[in-house]
């Protein structure tokens, strides 16, 4: 960190790990604001989670201060942790201006990314929660056209073949998450086949998982399909990573499952669906990261999914849930939904008195 300034004046900060904080010098009054300016230079490591080199590319996330929320009279941001996220931002509007080496592409949160791109150039991007960058080293790119939006997918091997699956994968899953939620916000999506599976605004990553190396093809098309879910549920509707994980996992895997039982013309599988909740203990869903052991994923994204599944069964089942999805993003699109809210909207869309069948599965305050 080379230089920070506060309001134009040079001002003293802290860096301690990832947590940067520069002391104001009077408190701001609500609705008041500072402009702060960071001038910084970082090298990205290579094997770092989401914020790495990769191959021949560079994956930029997380790779500027960010505003963390503030809530409870502090600010709502955790330890750094190697899995799951451990910040929480709002939405905000960026304008990025970058220069890049000759012989790569820039492919970003930013909806009009060119291929190649020029080795320079300028993008605004509005009410996202954060901004991601690849900056890729010689990508085979496969393009396909969704109603508005540009499907960009960017693999690198000599699969074409497989790479343009991917595209129609993704143009399915989009075209039937736009109709049974809402509209995609941008006319641009790019999916990078490269580090683990992960969302980010208008751009996603998908080729590994956790403690594993690249997926087969058939869990690549799952995880492409379970991050563009994310769109949504953390792009669109907002909840917080850490202590309400389950709410875009659990709802991204919900709509992922929703997508391949329609596309496949199937039944929601209730009995196996008991079957699994029957492996699993009794522990709910909704616990902040740093309460579960490493079987975190059982619970944040499994049960919770099925247990949004169970919802439906004996109320309507697939076509009252595509109707709940269009509900539910209308009332929170661009606002933040916790637990609680969840469990209030969901009561009152079912007319249900009690809180007896979430106490099943969430701890309820
Ligand atoms: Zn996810």
Same mark, same amino acid.
């Given at each position: 960190m080379n230089n920070v300034t506060l309001n134009d004046e040079q001002v003293e900060y802290n860096l301690e790990k990832d947590t940067l904080s520069i002391p104001l010098p009077k408190e701001l009054e609500p609705g008041e604001g500072a402009r702060v300016h960071f001038d910084y230079e970082f090298t990205l490591p290579e094997g770092?989670?989401?914020f790495t080199k990769s191959n021949d590319n560079y994956h930029l996330a997380q790779f500027y201060p960010m505003v963390a929320t503030y809530r409870s009279n502090q600010w709502n941001k955790k330890d750094y942790r190697f899995?799951? #996220?451990t910040y929480h931002t709002g939405f905000s509007d960026f304008k990025v201006s970058y220069e890049i080496p000759e012989g790569y592409t820039i492919v970003s949160t930013?909806?009009?990314?060119?291929?190649? @791109?020029?080795t320079d150039g300028t993008f605004d991007v509005n009410d996202v929660k954060e901004v991601f960058i690849a900056i890729l080293k010689e990508p085979m790119v496969i393009q396909k056209q969704e109603g508005d939006v540009n499907i960009r997918v960017f693999g690198f091997e000599d699969k074409e073949d497989f790479y343009s699956e991917i595209s129609d994968v993704a143009a399915g899953a989009l075209h039937y998450f736009q109709e049974i939620i809402?509209?995609?916000?941008?006319?641009q999506l790019d999916i990078v086949l490269?580090?683990?599976g992960m969302e980010y605004p208008g751009i996603v990553t998908a080729n590994s998982i956790y403690e594993s190396g690249p997926v087969n093809p058939e869990v690549l098309k799952y995880i492409v399909v379970h991050e563009l879910a994310h769109q949504w549920f953390?792009?669109?509707? @907002?909840?917080?990573?850490? *202590?309400?994980?389950?709410?875009d996992e659990g709802f991204a895997n919900f709509v992922t499952g929703l997508y391949n039982l329609t596309s496949n013309d199937q039944e929601i599988p209730y009995e196996s669906m008991e079957e699994q909740l029957g492996s699993l #203990? @009794?522990?709910?869903? *909704?616990?902040?990261?740093?309460?579960?052991?490493?079987?975190m994923s059982s619970y944040i994204y499994s049960k919770s999914s099925i247990m949004l599944f169970k919802i439906f069964? *004996?109320?309507?089942?697939i076509e009252e849930a595509e109707n709940y999805l269009k509900v539910y993003y209308d009332n929170y699109k661009y606002k933040e939904v916790d637990t609680q809210e969840f469990v209030r909207f969901t009561k009152k869309y079912f007319s249900l008195t009690d809180d007896f069948f979430f106490k099943e599965w969430l701890l309820l305050e």
């Open positions: 770092g989670l989401r899995r799951g #996220e930013g909806e009009d990314d060119e291929y190649p @791109s020029k809402g509209p995609y916000p941008f006319k490269d580090g683990l953390y792009g669109i509707i @907002s909840n917080d990573p850490y *202590n309400d994980a389950w709410l #203990e @009794s522990i709910p869903v *909704n616990l902040p990261l740093d309460q579960y052991d490493r079987h069964e *004996n109320r309507g089942g």
